[in-house]
């Protein structure tokens, strides 16, 4: 799969994207093959495909236990412990979530 970019509306100039080519492959590389500075920490790019199937397995039967018997889910957090979740509740369900209906909704309140 290739990424395109389309500049023509943006105040860079082709000859200034392709000046950033070289360093951009060799960040593409070094993420990839875990050899840049804080590559303990890439282990998100193979998720895809290489993650606990096992751990996932549980999550599922966890959310599904959740959406069948309780009627509110209270989310706890300050700051960045909150965040995750918040992100995630807000892209995977629209703004009046917790205003529909019980059927609407396929699962409880998320406050």
Sequence with gaps: M???FNYSN??????EIQGFEKMI???HDMLHNKTGLGNEYVG???LPVNYDKDEFARIKAA???IQEKAEVL???GIGGSYLGAKSAIEGLSNVFYNLQDNK???GPQIL
């Design 2 to 4: 290739e990424l395109k």
């Design 25 to 27: 492959e060799v960040a």
């Design 104 to 106: 609407k909704r396929k």
């Design 10 to 15: 943006a105040m860079i100039k082709e000859h």
């Design 74 to 76: 209270i989310v706890i």
């Design 63 to 65: 959310a599904k236990k």
């Design 44 to 46: 998100w790019v193979d």
